[in-house]
């Protein structure tokens, strides 16, 4: 697997030898720090005018160059003066101590040339004197050792797994606009806790069609030894989450106008540390406000949309104070917020099955036929209605068209192996799927509902034949 592994480079403190200067004459702010290993040498100039070190206890005599480091220095004070007086220390597992460094480097996502930082070795050989510093290159390669042990600990674990492995990928986006794939192993252990493990995150340069995405997949999973079952059948499910965002955007279109007034008020209050105070004295004046202040959204993210809809509604009577008060505010009519309030009861279901669907807690697979059925009969429900008498209602009834559009396109077919999770949960069962699919479909729903039924029990032979190899 590749790693990629990114460090910066941090402007190190250098430290000089000055000539002696009487300190009590210069301000404590303007004096020059040292390291510790002064309070056991005085500095001195030969006879060539070259720098020294003499260490205080014993006379013995070390170059002190200009910007040079002083770990020489503090290694000879442990073993000469106070703590150390000759006395011989524990011996130090080199081994463990390169270890315990690679941690904390992982640990605090520090740079590689931590190690080399002349601060930090001071502190090192201070607390032992036989500490062997290391490069950031020795730091980089102990690190890759210690991510190698701990990846064949996974993979032996989840070969120890008794059922089987959910898995999860996505492309995510660096500030610097490379483009990285996750990968994330979801299942249940022996003791029936819900587990995730990410096994991957690598760079993942374009393009990214399917073909590209599917065969890294494929190289990531044969790394970890993990196979397909049914020859990977039912192996890819799009994420329904992703699927809604794509939905509502496409439906949110068509109420543009009502959309960007919000965010000029949003934007408006929000411009000054003024407009903020004057809408607070707003909301102070109503008793029945939950949130006490205004909501920006996320254009790319919908459900950031919804929210703000929704605490602008809650807030609806302070932006109508404001409006009173400052000239330059431009609110909403009343037949804008109703339409705002028509909008935003619509897509609270979506809403709310978005928040379902994100749950990292517990299992969302049976949750998921369910949570797309409510979304599809809502979206019919309001699509096939002719509200041509009133234009907001005509206005909710093109959005739920153009939403329709977009679900049949992604889900012409509700996916089979999440059907079977329905099925196998004992508060639906088959029935429920069959009741489903006659309300959308109707006496077809039961042909469709039995063909699911048929693909479980060949399924379930599928699982038969592994758990007798075993």
């Not at 002064?38 to 020294?52: Q, S």
């Not at 011996?91 to 101590?97: N, R, S, V, W």
Request: net charge neutral; charged share 25%.
């Amino acid at each position: 697997m590749d790693i990629s592994i990114s460090s910066w480079m941090i402007d190190e403190p250098v430290i000089q030898i000055e000539d002696e200067v009487d300190e009590s004459s210069v301000p404590s702010s303007k004096r020059t720090k040292t390291s510790m290993a002064w309070e056991f040498f005085e500095k001195f100039f030969d006879d060539k005018g070259l720098p020294k070190a003499k260490c205080k206890n014993c006379d013995k005599i070390y170059m002190a160059r200009d910007g040079g480091g002083t770990s020489n220095l503090i290694k000879h004070s442990l073993k000469c003066v106070g703590r150390g007086n000759g006395s011989s220390y524990p011996p130090l597992d080199q081994e463990k101590y390169r270890e315990k460094i690679s941690e904390v480097i992982v640990k605090h996502n520090y740079p590689f040339t931590f190690v080399e930082h002349e601060g930090i070795v001071d502190l090192l050989c201070f607390l032992h004197p036989d500490v062997k510093s290391i490069s950031r290159n020795t730091a980089k390669s102990d690190v890759l050792k210690v991510y190698r042990k701990e990846k064949e600990k996974e993979k032996s674990y989840l070969q120890s797994i008794p059922g089987k492995i959910c898995l999860s990928s996505d492309l995510w986006s660096a500030i610097n606009t490379n483009q990285y794939m996750v990968l994330t192993a979801h299942f249940v252990n022996r003791n029936w806790e819900l587990e995730k493990k990410v096994l991957s995150f690598i760079h993942c340069p374009p393009p990214h069609s399917g073909f590209n995405l599917a065969e890294k997949l494929i190289s990531l999973l044969k790394e970890w030894g993990l196979g397909l079952i049914v020859e990977g059948t039912y192996f890819h499910v799009r994420c329904g989450t992703h699927i809604l965002n794509l939905i509502v955007h496409d439906g949110l279109k068509v109420i543009d106008g009502s959309l960007d007034k919000i965010r000029l008020c949003v934007k408006y209050i929000r411009g000054s540390e003024a407009r903020k105070l004057k809408f607070a004295s707003c909301l102070e004046q109503l008793s029945n406000v939950t949130s006490k202040q205004v909501r920006q959204d996320l254009p790319i993210r919908w459900n950031s949309t919804y929210l703000m809809l929704e605490t602008a509604i809650g807030q609806r009577e302070a932006f109508t104070l404001l409006s009173d008060i400052d000239p330059y505010f431009d609110c909403l009519s009343n037949e804008e917020w109703d339409e705002v309030k028509t909008i935003a009861d619509f897509l609270k279901p979506f809403y709310d099955i978005t928040v379902f669907f994100s749950g990292s807690t517990y299992p969302t697979a049976n949750l998921y036929f369910s949570g797309v059925w409510r979304i599809h009969m809502k979206i019919k429900e309001v699509a096939c209605v002719d509200h041509s008498e009133f234009e907001k209602q005509n206005q909710l009834c093109c959005m739920a068209r153009r939403m329709e559009k977009k679900f049949d396109k992604y889900w012409n077919s509700y996916s089979v192996v999440l059907s079977f999770a329905v099925i196998l949960d004992p508060r639906y069962k088959l029935q429920f799927v069959e009741w489903c699919y006659v309300r959308l479909l109707g006496s077809e729903g039961v042909q469709v509902a039995k063909l699911i039924l048929d693909k479980l029990k060949a399924f379930f032979q599928e699982y038969l034949k592994s758990s007798m190899l075993v």
